[in-house]
C-alpha cells in the first residue's frame, strides 16, 4: 500500500524556520517525482514545490521562491521541504504528494503549520 | 499565474448529474490535456478521481467522468450519491517553470 507520511509541522514565530519532512513507502520513492501542496485555513489547495525523481531538478511557486528549499534523500525514501521567513500567510496544512507531472495520485495526511506570534 | 476558475458551489438531489466546470487559459487546460479532478471531504486529504481529463484511477466509481473542450475542463458526476458531498478541485499542468495551477475549488451539496 502506498503510504506518505507528514511530520514536522508546528507554531512558528513569523520570520522563522521550519523542516517538513514525509516519509513514503509502498512504492519505488527514487522512481518518483514529488510535490508539496499547500491548503491554507478554510481555502484551497496551491501546488508550492516539486522535485524530480533523482533530486536534480526542483520547481518552486513564485511566492516561495527564495524561503522554501525542497529535498528528497532517496537512500531514506523521504522527502524535505525547508521553510525560512515564514510569514503568517503560509499558514496552512501542507501534504506531500507523489507527483505524475499533472497529477497527484497519492497524498499524506497534511501536516499544519501555524505561523504566529 | 492566476488559478484556474470554478463555481464556488453546485448542488444535485440523489441519482442526479451535476457538472463542475474550470476554466483556464491557453497556458494551461488549452494546452494541455494534463487536467485532473480531487475530492476533498472535511479534514481528510485530496482524492484523486479523473488524471490525463477523462481517466479514472483504480477503484473510482464510474459515475466520475471528465471531458475538455478548448480552455475549459469538465467533472460530470451522475447518479450522485450522499457519500458525494465534499470539495471539488480541478487541476492542470501549465510547463515545467509553473508547474501546475490549481482551481479555488467547488463544494458540492447533495440535497
Known amino acids: 500500500e502506498v503510504q506518505l507520511l507528514e511530520s514536522g509541522g508546528g507554531l512558528v514565530q513569523p520570520g522563522g524556520s521550519l523542516r517538513l519532512s514525509c516519509a513514503a513507502s509502498g512504492f519505488t520513492f527514487s522512481s518518483s517525482a514529488m510535490s508539496w501542496v499547500r491548503q491554507a485555513p478554510g481555502k484551497g489547495l496551491e501546488w508550492v514545490s516539486a522535485i524530480s525523481a533523482s533530486g536534480g531538478d526542483t520547481y518552486y511557486a513564485d511566492s516561495m521562491k527564495g524561503r522554501f528549499t525542497i529535498s528528497r534523500d532517496n537512500s531514506k525514501d523521504t522527502l524535505y521541504l525547508q521553510m525560512n521567513s515564514l510569514r503568517a500567510d503560509d499558514t496552512a496544512v501542507y501534504y506531500c504528494?507523489?507527483?505524475?507531472?499533472?497529477?497527484?495520485?497519492?497524498w499524506g495526511q497534511g501536516t499544519l503549520v501555524t505561523v504566529s506570534s | 499565474q492566476s488559478a484556474l476558475t470554478q463555481p464556488a458551489s453546485v448542488s444535485g438531489s440523489p441519482g442526479q448529474s451535476i457538472t463542475i466546470s474550470c476554466t483556464g487559459t491557453?497556458?494551461?487546460?488549452?494546452?494541455?490535456?494534463?487536467v485532473s479532478w480531487y475530492q476533498q471531504h472535511p479534514g481528510k486529504a485530496p482524492k484523486l478521481m479523473i488524471y490525463?481529463?477523462?481517466k479514472r484511477p483504480s477503484g473510482v466509481a464510474n459515475r466520475f467522468s471528465g471531458s475538455k473542450s478548448g480552455n475549459t475542463a469538465s467533472l460530470t458526476i451522475s447518479g450522485l450519491r450522499a457519500d458525494d458531498e465534499a470539495d471539488y478541485y480541478c487541476c492542470s499542468y501549465a510547463g515545467s517553470t509553473i508547474h501546475v495551477v490549481f482551481g479555488g475549488g467547488t463544494k458540492l451539496t447533495v440535497l
Open positions: 490525463e481529463v477523462n
Open positions: 504528494a507523489k507527483d505524475r507531472i499533472g497529477d497527484f495520485d497519492c
Open positions: 491557453s497556458s494551461d487546460v488549452g494546452s494541455y490535456n494534463l
